[in-house]
């Protein structure tokens, strides 16, 4: 089906290069967490989005727009497929990947002629969830928000929260390609992750909302739209772009007792901001018929009059773009759901079914809300309406019934543990087991109602920040609510050890994590640092047990290799080197393993042996000054002073205040006879050393002494 569409697609573009008129741009902006009430244009005084604001004075702005599951995945999937989760397959964040049988808009318009690029803010929709689909061009490089040009980290990341980049950095990753084809037909993708959970916004905008973070971010994601808007002007193609703003889901902050989003159903989180902009569309208009993110994919199309995908279960809103025309007939209903529930807390699940006044939201506790008398569903009608709720509970059961797909293959990674291990280790997996069982699609009554737990929740996002804030009595207090609540959940253990190793109660924090009867396997950062740290206090012993449990779950080569200096710690000279290798053995490309390895060859003696080590540890990180300086020093033991000598220098340019490798530079081009070469590093020494004992180290070598 998908060849054919694409093969059908190729033929029309043939049509579409022969119009006089060159084809419009597409240009869809996507916001991470963004209500609709938290926009200028949606009604909010106190919020600061100019950007967005003009681009609703200019285009349509659709007043009811819904989500189609509150969790940042399977939303975008519903925006780029045009299908609901239950037919596009994903579910949950992480845990699955847009399948291969999926259209994306991106492969539909790439195989209509137009070339297609993204740029998006965060892990969860990195390419190898199968998100890129389509694209020619996809920048998923997140490591640029927190390194410096040399590769250091400038902010510390540690397992609490995914991976991200603000919003300027996501432009400098989509600009240049749009750029470098603006005199062709293109489609690109921006996503900005900026107001998702946890807030950290720059100056202004922290200053602008001391109080209110949230508001904040978005005030800051606005300016880089606005941004790529100003851009588009300069390039000349701002006027035959279609614009399209849509969140992919919203935010509770707590109403409904739900602080940020993907365990409740309100519209809190599934009612979106939806904005477009094309040539000849009313200005200014607002649109107050329900519509949904479902139905971005086949406006698009239907605006460049390209063929629609026979599984595309959205409509076009094409008709309610223009003042003059009349769409005619009530609005569909619309389907969103979130299983999120179950698969991260084994709790019952929530799905929704919005057709005229009324919303159900099924699960295990259903309600029902009449949205036009109770906007903030407030007044539940389960009781009061059994007909209307036995309707459209069965109106939602025989849409599952009849569009709902059987897990694709491909749709849960249970074959990269990697990713499995990043998101328990951020909590969002308690099992793998029964995934495709837990995503069968039924109408499920069982488990514990969500709305139940979902303070549970509220106190994992709040110790999660306490941690990353270093603010660790609060979260001591905090993770012990969580143990409390439930004392089987190993990460709840392991954040009260991360707090409590904060506090300075290393032993309480370690006795903590030894009564855990298995290590979660995305959690083993914290348990290494325990281990570090009573190995620091001389429990060798303590740490061996430890770090022996942490590598039966996670044998990555930083635990081997820990593990052989607690050897050598122990005295234990064959385990020590063993650990070493086994580090190589399972990531031979882990260098300061191999930096051991080389330096106790060298210590031995065996300097042939050492400098062959040196070379491939080079070879993988060739930015490492001590290695540069320790495979000098092993070649001059080898009378190769002549090589020996670049890498010294290499040593002083990656680190100018290295004060030996100065030195040792100056000796060999001394040995060597380079006489003005050596005056020279001499000379370099001085300008930037005031040591003087370093300083009459390198006069006596260059005179000989």
Known sequence: MKFRILILLTLVSLNISCA????????????????????????????????????????????NCLSSAPLTMPAHSTILTGTNPNVHGVRDNGAFILAENQTTLAEILGGSGYATGAAIGAFVLDKRFGIAQGFDHFDC??????????????????????????????????????????????????????????????????????????????????????????????????????????????????????????????????????MIWTPGCGSGLRVRERVGSVDIVPTVLDLLDLPQPGDVQGRSLVPLLFEDEDPGGAPPPYYAETISPRLSHNWGELRTWTDGPFKLIYGPRPELYNLDDDPHELHDLIEELPEQSQTMTTMLAQYITETSVEPSETSVTETDPEILQRLEALGYITTRDGMAETTRDTLRSDGTPPQDRVGDVNKVSAVKSFLAETQYLAAKEIAGELVGLDPSNPHYHIWLAWAEMGLGQLDVAASNVEMLPKLPSGETALVLEIVRRLAVQGEYERSLNLINRVIEVDRKPYAL?????????????????????????????????????????????????????????????????????????????LDRVDRAAPHFKRAVELLPEYWKAHIALIAVLNQMGQIDEADAAYNNLVEICSDDTVLQEAEKILMGF
């Open 561 to 637: 290799a820990m593990r052989g200096f607690l050897y050598k710690d122990l005295g234990d000279e064959v385990r020590h080197l063993q650990a070493f290798h086994e580090a190589l053995q399972e990531d031979e490309t882990y260098v300061p393993a191999r930096l051991h390895i080389a330096v106790m060859l060298a210590e031995q003696g065996s300097f042939t042996e050492a400098a062959e080590q040196y070379e491939i540890a080079i070879r993988y990180d060739p930015l490492n000054p001590h290695s540069h300086f320790d495979y000098g020093k092993v070649l001059v033991e």
């Open 141 to 274: 490089d997140l490591s640029q928000g927190y390194e410096n040009f040399w590769g250091d980290r400038l902010q510390t990341k540690n397992q609490l929260f995914y991976n991200d980049r603000p919003a300027p950095q996501v432009n400098d990753a989509i600009l240049p390609w749009l750029r470098q084809n603006k005199d062709r037909p293109w489609f690109a993708w921006i996503h900005y992750w900026d107001p998702h959970h946890p807030r950290t916004p720059p100056a202004p905008y922290n200053e602008l909302f001391p109080t209110d973070p949230y508001q904040a971010e978005i005030a800051y994601a606005d300016e880089a739209l606005g941004m790529v808007i100003d851009e588009l002007e300069k390039m000349g193609v701002k006027d035959r772009t279609i614009v399209i703003m849509v969140a992919d889901h919203g935010e509770g902050l707590g109403e409904h007792n739900e602080e940020t989003h993907s365990i409740l159903c309100y519209n809190t989180t599934l009612h979106v901001p939806l």
């Open 20 to 63: 006089n008129d060159p084809p419009l741009n597409v240009l869809l902006f996507t916001f991470d967490t963004t209500r609709a009430d938290a926009l200028g244009c949606y009604g909010n005084s106190k919020s600061h989005t100019p950007n967005l604001d003009r681009l609703a004075a200019e285009g349509v702005l659709f007043e």
